[in-house]
């Protein structure tokens, strides 16, 4: 396998607040290789959009994040003390990672044109001169599937209905031509059919243009339909990632098996419809488990609490963190 695009390792983050520190990101690792669909999924709360933000260089000053590896196309991105070097961000945002957020009208400025805002991005991020940048910008309206893209060049966002304000967002991340794209729960907040059109969309774009996508999101099941393989988080620790084939007879970390039992399509009759036990743990407090789950989980016991798990591999793609894991259940074959 060739090098990664993204390689993250031991990457931890905490942000110091007036009632204390709250420890977020707990060592979480893990690649993505050049064209690659990678779902990350957890509860809400359990530090995905903190991950993306991290990835993107764009967290708030109170944050403090510490790596043992950041790395993006070979390219280090951390300073000598493990922390993210601004400078290294400058050229990669927008322009080789692409970023689609949640609230896409709040992301679009209020007072500049939808065409106003893409030509910008195309005479930034790829050096076009105006003209060029009005006719690709023009195009890129009309690959996004907006219909009557002359009108649409001229519309603000509170002219646009939430999923045409998507469309523009996801045409604003693709226009730089980056190799990543990364999307925090693009589609939370639209109707059902629209997002399934904006996923559509994306996946057709990113197979155009060998685009690697890590699409968050804290549906499991829309995860495992979108992408080829899924990181499975909780409390601000990578417990499993494993393909999405893989995952239905597959999952052995009791954490994504309880998050596949509370998923729909694997409920056989409505009643066995469950949300996980328990609740997050309050990540400002000092005596957090070593494994974050260990105190909602049905094997845990004393070693879970103070020591935590090497990342274990099944098979060359399928790894877990787990003193207790659920092998004996785990049916590669079940599919
Ligand atoms: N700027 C911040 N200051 C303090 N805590 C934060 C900040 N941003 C996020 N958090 C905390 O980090 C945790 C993870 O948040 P987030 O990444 O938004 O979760 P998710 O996207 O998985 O729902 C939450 O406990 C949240 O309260
Ligand atoms: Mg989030």
């Given amino acids: 396998m060739s090098a990664p695009l993204l390689e993250v390792d031991a990457l931890t983050l905490r942000f110091r607040t007036p009632a204390g520190t709250v420890n977020v990101l707990d060592d979480v690792g893990f690649t993505l290789q050049a064209g690659e669909t990678l779902g990350l999924v957890g509860e809400s709360g359990s530090g995905k959009s903190v991950t993306a933000l991290a990835l993107a260089g764009l967290l708030d000053p109170r944050a403090q ?29 927008g322009r080789r990672i692409g970023f689609v957020f949640q609230s896409p009208r709040r992301a679009l400025h209020p007072l500049r044109t939808i065409g106003d805002q893409l030509q910008q991005v195309l005479q930034v991020h790829r050096g076009l001169k105006a003209a ?15 219909s009557e893209p002359t009108r649409r060049f001229k ?12 469309r523009v967002m996801i045409a604003l991340a693709l226009a730089g031509e980056p190799a990543l794209l990364i999307a925090d729960e693009p589609t939370t907040g639209l109707d059902v059919s629209t997002q399934a059109r904006v996923l559509d969309l994306i996946a057709a774009l990113a197979l155009e243009h060998h685009l690697a996508t890590l699409l968050i999101t804290h549906d499991l099941a829309l995860a ?22 893989g995952l239905r007879g597959g999952a052995a970390h009791p954490y994504t098996r309880q998050l596949l039992r509370a998923t729909p399509q694997s409920a056989p009759t409505l009643s066995d419809l469950r949300s996980v036990d328990g609740l997050l743990p309050d990540l400002t407090r000092t005596d957090l488990p070593a494994c974050r789950f260990a105190e909602r989980c049905d094997r845990s016991d004393a070693r879970c609490r103070t020591e935590a798990a090497p990342w274990t591999r099944i098979d060359p793609r399928h790894a877990l963190r787990c003193w207790h894991p659920a092998l004996e259940s785990a049916r590669p074959d079940a599919l």
Wanted: overall charge positive; some cysteine; proline content about 3%.
């Fill in 65 to 93: 994040v510490h790596a043992r590896r950041l790395r993006f196309q070979g390219r280090d991105l951390l300073n000598s003390a493990g922390e993210p070097d601004a400078s290294a961000w400058q050229g990669l945002r």
């Fill in 132 to 146: 060029a940048a009005r006719r690709e910008a023009l195009a890129w309206i009309e690959r996004v599937g907006l």
């Fill in 155 to 166: 519309a603000y966002a509170h002219e646009l209905s939430g999923g045409q304000c998507q």
């Fill in 224 to 245: 495992a339909q979108r992408c080829a393989r899924v990181a499975v988080m909780h409390a601000g620790q990578l417990v499993e990632t494993l393909p999405s084939a």
